[in-house]
């Protein structure tokens, strides 16, 4: 299956919606990972440790399918990301 990665940049001041979105956002990872369609998931983090965005790798069976994911996660419905990007990836490491 294609491997996608989204990455989503924190819009600014949106700490607080981070926290109140982010129960509903990880069930929606922890489906994936059920899936076993789950790579990678976490923040992004600033200088100072802090998050500014997140990363999830993740496997589905077409752009469309992963863009799709994407649109329905609360961080990019709800303002946390002032943007965020969709990209398929090609795992070269680890074999």
């Given at each position: 299956m294609p491997v996608f990665a989204l990455i989503g940049w924190d819009a600014p001041d949106s700490a607080?919606?981070?926290q109140q979105h982010r129960p509903v956002h990880l069930?929606?990872?922890?489906?994936?990972?059920a899936r076993g369609q789950l790579r990678q998931a976490g923040p992004l983090l600033d200088a100072g440790g802090q998050p500014?965005?997140?990363?999830?790798?993740f496997e589905a069976e077409s752009l469309d399918a992963a863009r799709q994911?994407?649109?329905t996660d609360p961080y990019c419905g709800?303002?946390?990301?002032?943007?965020?990007?969709?990209?398929e990836t090609r795992v070269v490491l680890p074999r």
């Open positions: 607080a919606l981070r069930e929606g990872l922890e489906a994936l990972a500014c965005g997140s990363l999830v790798i994911f994407a649109a709800n303002g946390v990301f002032e943007r965020y990007e969709v990209h």
